[in-house]
């Protein structure tokens, strides 16, 4: 079964700095993978998505993610934090069904 | 657009008792799924429905039935609760295809006391 592994429970940034949360996966054949974004006491928002048309997707909210098959990540960027991106991300992997990392919390500091 | 609506948003339950958690969406989608989500768990599959008729098991689905009644409402059902189960639900819908985005509803917070 495909999996995913997210790096680090919770990330904390200054606003303006690099956001960088990092998910690593586990899959037999090339993957479909997502970055979902959820705010306190909302369901999940879709961030972007990666389905083997390009290695570098851009997102929603000025994120994006790279797929690198050789170190098997999908890593999130966002170059510059803004206070409205404390939230917490999960990534996911999807076959016959969708799979979830354990999740990373962004706190953002003024 | 309604999306994903789920019932109830909230609710207490004594050890022992019984309910069912309703969710229907609105997008036509063949596939709807079940969650829950822990502190530092992520979220985890309890049962999907890949098409009307059909179900399986997700990783936790001990405690846990489900129904899909028709292809828009997808039933999850705690036949006698326990503590282990407070939990916050959510459910989801995709169209079929690997590659397709699931929508989540605003999630059901459960207690059992």
């Known amino acids: 079964a495909q999996s995913v592994t997210q790096l680090g429970s919770h990330v904390s940034v200054s606003e303006g700095a690099l956001v960088l949360l990092r998910c690593n996966y586990s899959s037999s054949v090339p993957p479909y993978l997502f970055w979902y974004v959820q705010y306190p006491n909302q369901g999940l928002q879709l961030l972007l998505k990666y389905t083997s048309a390009a290695t570098l997707v851009k997102g929603i909210n000025g994120f994006e993610a790279e797929f690198k098959k050789s170190e098997t990540s999908f890593h999130l960027t966002k170059p510059s934090a803004h206070m409205s991106d404390a939230a917490e991300y999960f990534c996911a992997v999807s076959d016959y069904k969708l799979s979830f990392g354990a999740g990373t919390t962004v706190t953002v500091r003024a | 657009n309604a999306g994903v609506t789920q019932t109830p948003k909230f609710q207490v339950l004594k050890t022992g008792q019984s309910m069912t958690l309703q969710c229907a969406q609105d997008?036509?989608?063949?596939?709807m799924y079940w969650y829950r989500q822990d502190p530092g768990m992520g979220l985890r599959l309890i049962y999907y429905?890949?098409?009307?008729?059909?179900?399986d098991k997700g990783e936790v689905p001990n405690g846990y039935n489900v129904s899909r009644l028709n292809k828009r409402e997808f039933s999850l059902r705690l036949e006698s609760a326990a503590p282990s189960q407070t939990s916050v639900y959510f459910c989801a819908s995709s169209e079929v295809g690997s590659g397709t985005e699931a929508f989540f509803g605003q999630g059901t917070r459960l207690t059992v006391v």
């Open positions: 429905s890949a098409s009307e008729g059909t179900t």
């Open positions: 997008m036509n989608h063949n596939s």
